[in-house]
């Protein structure tokens, strides 16, 4: 006889916001004007940014914590996180009197560590281990087993999935009409199976569209291979989904309720984000701004439908948003790096300047390491241009005027050498 497979029962969903109901209040739902503008359709955003821990985490974390036992409490937990489920624990500590062990990444931002000890005060003890979450992971299992604490998932647990569904049920008790589109960030993949499983028994209609970044795409990988996947490298700069592998309990649901997975590469993340803070004042973290950086790809099927991006979280480092604006040039096409080997001789950079320029171009980045009994002196320059189309001219007058030069943006190895 099979095992029977877990699916979140609506009861359970319920009975995890009757729980979440002792410290949290529901976060709003907001219209957007700019995105229903922009691509004709009523368009609102689920707002866990403004959770007290300013993301969704704090309910699967809550959630499971409190269905422990005694015994459980008087032994502690454990769990590993980037940032966002620490802090959920953090805080669940600390609400709860239960001491806990949060293991995080090295690479982890120091926003989001210094946010977790606040949340966790005396309960809690931070340990930094390895680069990724997923060596964070493997080393708080191990401290688990030696030390004879609870350990608390990230996702991959029937707790944590219906404290994350929890969503679901307040986007249906604040939609005054039925929802054609939700979009919703997958990291692990416990949102998505909770908004998705909760969707549909309650409104099956409704598409669930999980959204992943291109560098840790794993669910979706799964999904096509039909089992459960781990990437061999993954780009961390989405930290709150980046993610390796994710959980064999969240793939069964996942492949059952999403209707589709959106790859968003982190570029148009970034430019989403700066979007947001330029246009509505919201701050958003790079796995918060997955879901709306996914409206591009399904312009047409929501022109006019009533679609939900869920906005994760806003635990953003204000010290990454030079790195958030120099990934948007890029990716927009507005930023160019060359290695220009210059003539050695006086002159040789106001020709440039002047003969190859254009208009309305501007030099960002420069590094001259002058060589002697040569030539030539190799030059790294960044440009930044105001439209994308400009770029053809910049290397056509190159070309025109004899520059020798080699684009480093479609080398990805010479440009992290140099640039990264």
């Known amino acids: 006889m099979s095992e029977k497979r877990y ?20 976060t709003p739902m907001l219209h957007n004007r700019t995105l229903s503008q922009k691509f004709d359709a009523n368009i609102s955003l689920k707002r866990e940014d403004l959770q007290m821990v300013r993301s969704y985490k704090i309910r699967g974390a809550y959630n499971k914590i409190r269905s422990l036992t005694a015994e459980q409490r008087e032994r502690g ?8 489920h620490a802090q959920g624990v953090a805080l ?17 931002p120091k926003q989001k560590i210094n946010q977790v000890k606040m949340f966790g005060g005396s309960q809690i003890e931070v340990v930094l281990s390895g680069d990724t979450f997923d060596q964070a992971n493997a080393a708080a299992e191990r401290a688990c087993e030696q030390e004879g604490k609870t350990f608390i998932p990230p996702f ?3 707790k944590i999935i219906e404290g994350q569904a929890t969503v679901g049920l307040e986007i249906l008790q604040q939609s005054s009409t039925p929802i054609d589109y939700i979009f919703v960030p997958i990291g692990g993949g416990g949102l998505a199976s909770g908004i998705g499983a909760v969707y549909k028994q309650m409104s099956p209609h409704t598409k669930i569209i999980g959204v992943e970044p291109a560098g840790a795409a794993s669910m979706k990988l799964s999904i096509e291979r039909g089992e459960v996947t781990s990437l061999p490298e993954i780009d961390k700069f989405v930290d709150g989904a980046a993610v390796q592998r994710v959980g064999d309990i969240t793939f069964d649901i996942c492949r059952q309720v999403l209707d589709d997975i959106i790859v968003v590469p982190e570029g148009k993340v970034c430019s989403t984000i700066l979007n947001l803070y330029n246009f509505d004042a ?10 709306i950086s996914a409206l591009d790809y399904y312009a047409e099927q929501i022109k006019g439908k009533n679609v939900v991006c869920v906005i994760s979280g806003s635990n953003n480092d204000i010290v990454r948003m030079e790195d958030i604006k120099e990934r948007s040039l890029l990716y927009e096409g507005l930023k160019h790096y060359f290695v220009v080997r210059f003539p050695q ?14 208009p309305h171009d501007d030099i960002t980045y420069f590094e001259y390491n002058k060589k002697t009994n040569r030539d030539k002196g190799p030059v790294l320059i960044g440009i930044e241009l105001q439209n994308p189309d400009d770029f053809s001219g910049l290397t056509q007058r190159m070309v025109e005027h004899n520059i020798d030069y080699q ?10 050498f140099l640039i990264g």
């Open 7 to 26: 699916f979140p029962a609506l009861n359970d969903v319920m009975t995890a916001e009757h729980t979440l109901k002792e410290i949290l209040e529901p």
């Open 77 to 84: 937990i454990v769990c590993a996180s980037a940032g966002n």
């Open 92 to 108: 669940s500590c600390n609400k709860l009197g239960i001491m806990g062990k949060i293991f995080m990444p090295v690479t982890t």
């Open 156 to 158: 991959n647990d029937p």
């Open 282 to 291: 919201i701050v958003v973290e790079p796995a918060g701004a997955l879901s």
């Open 345 to 358: 001789r006086a002159g040789a950079l106001q020709d440039f300047v002047t003969n190859v320029l254009g």
């Open 407 to 416: 684009y480093l943006n479609e080398n990805p190895s010479l440009f992290e």
